[in-house]
């Protein structure tokens, strides 16, 4: 079993930054690409951003040239640096990885963003 623990999420002003982590632990023998998403209240999750274990990403319009992803291969981590934040960042924020052939969810955290 793979376990996904997501920190730093939070409040913050608009235009503020915050950096998000999620260490992955446990019996990894095999890394494919990790990413973050988010859903906000009644949405859809939707995929914020993806790194491949090249360390190839791709990211949602509405993010980009603001958040970058980022990660640690040797420390099992990925990062989401969130930078110029917005209100309609607001949600929670999940980690996905893909682990030894199977794909692994963090339980979330909130971003909540004010005006």
């Known amino acids: 079993q793979v376990q996904l623990v997501e920190s730093g999420g939070g409040l913050v002003q608009a235009g503020g930054s915050l950096r998000l982590s999620c260490a992955a632990s446990?019996?990894?023998?095999?890394?494919?690409?990790m990413g973050w998403y988010r859903q906000a209240p009644g949405k859809q999750r939707e995929l914020v951003a993806a790194?491949?274990?090249?360390?190839?990403?791709n990211y949602v319009d509405s993010v980009k040239g603001r958040f970058t992803i980022s990660r640690d291969n040797a420390k099992n981590t990925v990062y989401l640096q969130m930078n110029s934040l917005k209100p309609e960042d607001t949600a929670v924020y999940y980690c996905?990885?893909?682990?030894?052939?199977?794909?692994?969810w963090g339980k979330g955290t909130l971003v909540t963003v004010s005006s």
């Open positions: 446990g019996s990894i023998f095999s890394i494919n690409a």
């Open positions: 996905n990885g893909g682990f030894n052939g199977m794909d692994y």
């Open positions: 790194i491949t274990s090249g360390g190839s990403t």
